[in-house]
């Protein structure tokens, strides 16, 4: 038989182990399957090959799990800018409502829940305000709002304002916020609410920020009638430095300003990153301060707002979630929470919503992630006397006040950055796909001697052996039939067979044709 030649033996000697292994990139893989016998140097090869194999496919599995961890790292940086936006800074006076603008029809509704007072202690606590006792006759109104009680009764900035300039130039009332929080009604400068620019600044240090002055003015306070949960001993403002996108808590994170002093705060800004799932656990979906009837969950899930929602934070989420439980227990919401739900009543805020807000706060039932971006502000707070001896005569005679009630109610506020300088934290992928993909490659070329060629040349050799030895034998098998079929028909002797068994014309039996009619009437 002639071997085979042309293709077909290119084809074959491409499939042969021993050819591959010659010319392979893989290292030792030739002394494995080269030609020859079996010799103890070969099988020694062969062990080397396959405990080299061993390792690496060990560091190649410990590689992807500990990719699959999703390890993150943290980096600090600190950065210089041109420019940096001015935090939102949101005042509140310690005292909630001014007792100058109490009425009797206020103490009927708000007075066992704000002062905790029995309806017979009203007359006695009118007088302590220095009002008229209650008219003969006095009908309290059907209904009653808190939020218009702390938006008529609350201080006004226009009263408390004595003077403000932001980078030197004059500010005023007009450049602050009104907003609702849980201390009553409060002001925020450099909101940005309603599209307002918002504000920079160029340059750090003192005169280059917000400077106010305050009148707390103590003779407004509301006497101290019982010792309730609600009732403060302080006197000052609480004041919160925050970013625009967040909203103030200031009951929870702002600091006191006391009368007799000027604050100076000196911030830095900081920006921190966080990771999304499976690195971290960030989220930036904001949640619908709206509760629904039947809700799925313990909190029910978040849901989309129909208009366009505010950016995520974290106590923005934290005030939804407070939002929708207070509104599914008492189908209602504190004034300060956002969201379509009616205001309580007095007697909603002191029976429901107060004590349900208070026992949620304690259990932490609200799980909210960390935004994925985050601008929060270091502070620094130092203070001096004001006024002094030689000021105090003529702050007296400019405010139309005596120099004792300057002392006592007058304070100055001054922010500013340190310097035109940032921190970031920034969380990042401890380990990236690329260097998986370069320690696996690290680890072939250690171990097996192998790159990303190898497993083509692999491959290549595999597609041969295929070709060859699956493809090939059909090939060969239908060759095989084809050609027997061939031989068949073109053999020559069973031609002449064929002719030899032909008969002639008068050897074979002739039969008369019947009439079938006959046949059948034929006798037996």
Avoid at 185 to 205: H, I, M, R, V
Avoid at 236 to 253: A, K, W
Wanted: aromatic residues 8%; negative net charge.
């Amino acid at each position: 038989m002639k071997p085979p030649s042309g293709p077909e033996e290119a084809r074959r000697q491409a499939s042969d182990i021993s050819v591959f292994a010659s010319s392979c990139t893989l290292h030792g893989l030739g002394h494995v399957f080269g030609p020859g016998s079996l010799t103890p140097r070969r099988g020694l090869w062969a062990v080397a090959m396959l405990l080299s194999m061993a390792a690496f496919l060990y560091q190649v599995a410990e590689r992807v799990r500990y990719y699959g961890e999703f390890h993150h790292e943290t980096a600090l940086d600190e950065r210089e800018s041109p420019q940096l936006t001015f935090p939102a800074i949101t005042l509140c006076n310690i005292n909630p409502l001014r007792r100058s603008r109490l009425t009797p029809n206020d103490l009927h509704w708000a007075g066992p829940t704000l002062l905790g007072l029995e309806p017979s202690e009203h007359a006695a606590f009118l007088r302590a305000l220095g009002q008229p006792p209650t008219p003969p006759g006095f009908m309290p109104s059907p209904t009653f709002d808190m939020a218009r009680l702390y938006a008529r009764a609350g201080h006004t900035l226009e009263d408390m304002l004595l003077d403000c300039r932001y980078r030197g130039q004059p500010c005023g009332p007009e450049n602050f916020t009104a907003i609702f929080t849980r201390m009553g009604q409060c002001y925020t400068f450099n909101s940005g609410t309603d599209g307002a620019e918002l504000l920079t600044t160029p340059k750090g240090g003192t005169g280059n920020g917000l400077e106010v002055m305050l009148d707390v003015q103590q003779d407004e306070y509301l006497p101290v009638w019982k010792d309730t949960e609600e009732t403060p001993f302080e006197v000052g403002i609480r004041v919160q430095i925050h970013s625009q996108e967040e909203p103030p808590t200031i009951d929870q994170l702002g600091f006191g300003a006391a009368p007799g002093y000027q604050i100076f705060v000196s911030c830095q800004q900081q920006q921190l990153s966080f990771l999304p799932p499976p690195w971290g656990d960030c989220n930036s979906a904001s949640l619908d301060p709206d509760f629904e009837p039947e809700p799925s969950g313990p909190l029910g899930p978040p849901s989309p707002s129909p208009g366009p929602s505010p950016p995520y934070s974290l106590m923005g989420c934290r005030l939804a979630c407070e939002t929708r439980y207070v509104a599914r227990k008492c189908g209602c919401r504190m004034m300060h929470m956002p969201g379509g739900a009616p205001v309580c009543t007095p007697q909603q805020y002191k029976d429901c919503a107060n004590p349900t807000l208070d026992a949620m706060l304690r259990k932490d039932a609200c799980v909210c992630p960390n935004p994925c971006a985050i601008t929060r502000y270091a502070k620094e707070l130092s203070m001096v006397r004001m006024p002094s001896r030689a000021s105090a005569r003529y702050l007296a005679r400019k405010y139309n006040r005596s120099e004792a009630y300057i002392a006592e109610n007058v304070l100055v506020l001054d922010i500013f950055f340190e310097a035109l300088n940032y921190e970031t934290v920034e969380q990042k992928k401890a380990y990236e796909v690329s260097e998986l993909l370069g320690d696996i490659g690290g680890q072939m070329g250690l171990f097996i001697g192998a790159s990303l060629l190898t497993i083509l040349e692999i491959l290549d050799y595999l597609c041969e052996v295929f070709l060859d030895r699956v493809l090939g034998y059909f090939w060969k098998r239908k060759r095989s039939q084809r050609n027997s079929s061939t031989n068949l028909a073109s053999h020559p002797s069973l031609c002449r067979h064929q002719d030899s068994f032909r008969l002639p014309s008068h050897l074979l039996p002739r039969h008369t044709a019947l009439d079938p009619v006959s046949v059948f009437r034929a006798e037996p």
